[in-house]
């Protein structure tokens, strides 16, 4: 390939990006502005926060039991050799609210809840789902799009709550039931370490990260191709985008949080 | 009133560089059954989604009821319109997480908001229409085709619309399930005054219920007129079709170059 054709390309691709983005986000503003309808949409939001929340608990919880035992484990190895087995609770729970937390949950959130919004809308765009609302006088951004992004903006941040919370249990089962800290060390120390600041930023990125998974998720259903090919490339691209940008987002996040 | 519910009038239409209408001229008589047939791939249904709204024509015009302009309304208005027209599509388009009872009701618990009673009754009243009462409480995935297009077609005229457009409404259809459609939109037809545009190319089921019929090919419309007169119709292109002869103007081959020298 000619260095022209390899600048083309890259301009392409720029061009695609910029479009993308720009349609993402009149999708977005027509499925959220406008009048809102409570007694309609209500019910449709809480089954949606069934959907993509409540099924979503299991797998948080299990997920964040795991890697919080596994810190408290690598942790107090490392630790006990400099004596410091006393700091281990606030590893544990400043190493998960500052960002295992928020991103994993994103990540698991991402693939568990994110994949099945792409698919399902995906589906209901080839099966003239989505036409015959329409031919309805129904806007189905506002009946279909609207309320699963709400739901998943109200649920993520929970589930991380969820995460963080048994995380750091995992750690004190680890360090304190299984290799003999004492639980008022554990506990004191880490209430001395972690501040109002490290939760509040900690939900910060969990909303942002939760914009981020529900948007791209949501947006590549929309505009998949209605064919098995396009929906099974739009539910795996949902995963991959919204699993990198997280991962960025969370990178310039931290940057203007703790620098 | 006006004596013509549709009208299109020199409308042109492309997807990227594929252009599909070429300045096409077509009227629908209110309160009349009027098919519009062809080969498939020559962008009937993108007819009806332009007369209904969902794709814009890139020139021309649909004029609704006289003096409405569908490409040129607003949202809202679109809307507006769309409560009086419905569409039955080619899938059915049921909604898979909703029983038949409520798919049914859906337009009708979206636009008005009735007492829960009236709405039972008003949609076991539809579903009578199409003979599946007793298939309420059945989920989509449950019903065979031909009983998921009689669904949409009750939820089709829940609101009681003044045209209704049906994409290829006997497509893979048994001859029962065919007879039991014809006889339906005859009777929707008949006894509701239901305005019908009925794309298909099943020619013998589809003309014997139109009053009047285009036929479709290459862009433009290359006959029209009552059945009898599409049957005698005598262009070429237009007699091809309707005899279903396999190679004639409308070639059996992709355009390819030259066979020989490609091997």
């Known amino acids: 390939m000619s260095l022209f054709d390899s600048v ?252 | 009133m006006s004596e013509t519910l549709v009208e299109i009038r020199d409308l042109s239409f492309a997807r990227g560089s594929h252009v599909i209408y070429d300045g096409i001229s077509m009227s629908f008589r209110r309160g009349s059954v009027t098919a519009v047939m062809g080969p498939s791939g020559t962008g009937k249904t993108t007819l009806l989604r332009l007369i209904g709204g969902q794709l814009r024509p890139d020139s021309g015009d649909v004029i609704y009821d006289g003096d409405i302009s569908i490409p040129s309304l607003g949202r809202d208005r679109l809307f507006e319109v769309r409560k009086r027209m419905s569409m039955l599509f080619q899938s059915g388009a049921l909604f898979t997480d909703m029983s038949v009872f409520d798919n049914v009701a859906y337009p009708i618990r979206e636009h008005f908001r009735l007492p829960e009673e009236l709405v039972r009754t008003l949609v076991l009243m539809k579903l009578e229409t199409v003979g599946l009462r007793g298939a309420a409480g059945l989920m989509p995935s449950e019903l065979s085709g031909g009983m998921a297009r009689r669904v949409a077609l009750a939820r089709a005229i829940a609101l009681d619309p003044e045209l209704i457009m049906y994409d290829e409404p006997f497509a893979g259809q048994d001859p029962i399930t065919m007879a039991v459609l014809i006889q339906l939109i005859r009777k929707l037809n008949q006894t509701l005054g239901i305005t019908s545009i009925i794309v298909s190319h099943d020619v013998n089921e589809v003309l014997s219920i139109a009053d009047y019929a285009y036929v479709v090919a290459d862009h433009h419309v290359i006959a029209e007129g009552t059945p009898e007169e599409i049957i005698k119709e005598s262009s070429p292109a237009a007699h091809q079709f309707i005899h279903g002869i396999a190679d004639g103007p409308v070639p059996f081959r992709y355009p390819a170059g030259d066979y020989l020298e490609e091997l």
């Open chain 1, 8 to 259: 083309a390309s890259l301009g392409a691709a720029g061009i695609r990006f910029v479009r993308h983005v720009g349609e993402a986000g009149c999708m977005l503003f027509r499925a959220l502005v406008g009048r809102p309808e409570i007694k309609k949409h209500f019910p449709l939001l809480v089954r949606q926060i069934y959907v993509v929340g409540v099924l979503s608990v299991t797998i948080i919880l299990v997920s964040g039991l795991f890697i919080g035992m596994v810190l408290g484990l690598q942790g107090y190895n490392v630790l006990v050799e400099f004596k410091a087995e006393g700091s281990l609770g606030p590893l544990v729970a400043l190493a998960i609210l500052r960002e295992l937390g928020p991103v994993v949950a994103a990540l698991l959130y991402a693939g568990r809840a994110g994949s099945a919004l792409t698919a399902e809308i995906g589906l209901m765009k080839a099966t003239e789902q989505l036409s015959s609302m329409e031919m309805m006088a129904v806007d189905p951004l506002r009946r279909v799009v609207s309320p699963r992004f709400w739901a998943g903006i109200y649920s993520l941040p929970v589930l991380t709550v969820m995460f963080c919370v048994i995380g750091v249990y995992g750690g004190k089962l680890v360090g304190c039931d299984w290799l003999g800290l004492d639980d008022g060390t554990f506990w004191s120390a880490t209430r001395n370490s972690v501040d109002l600041e490290d939760i509040v930023n900690c939900m910060i990125k969990s909303a942002v990260f939760a914009i981020i998974v529900n948007w791209v998720s949501l947006y590549r259903g929309w505009v998949c191709l209605p064919t098995a090919e396009g929906i099974s490339k739009a539910t795996t691209g949902a995963v991959v985008d919204s699993s990198l940008l997280v991962l960025g987002a969370d990178f310039v996040l931290t940057a203007v949080m703790f620098n």
